[in-house]
């Protein structure tokens, strides 16, 4: 995870000139959301799960290198999912 966080994270200062960037991470912030951290009956989001963000970005990566997927110049789906969970956990104000 610290890996993920130092290559990505700086991509986060991309967003002053990329609004359709801002965009796209924040839909994948928000799939990622309902998808680890599903709401209750109460409709009230869990806490962030450390251990469940980094398990999915840790599988997302093995998918990644399984294809021989290379970080594009732009962005594309993997990198706007990996600077979305980077988001999170800036987000969350937790040190990986």
Do not use: K, N
């Amino acid at each position: 995870m610290p890996g993920i966080v130092a290559a990505f994270t700086p991509r986060l200062a991309e967003f002053a000139f990329e609004p359709g960037f801002v965009a796209a991470v924040d839909q994948h912030a928000a799939m990622l959301r309902e998808l680890l951290y599903a709401q209750g009956p109460e409709l009230a989001p869990r806490p962030l799960d450390r251990e469940e963000l980094s398990d999915y970005a840790l599988g997302f990566l093995d998918a990644l290198t399984e294809i021989g997927w290379r970080e594009p110049v732009g962005y594309d789906y993997a990198v706007t999912r990996l600077t979305a969970i980077c988001w999170l956990v800036r987000e969350q104000g937790r040190i990986v």
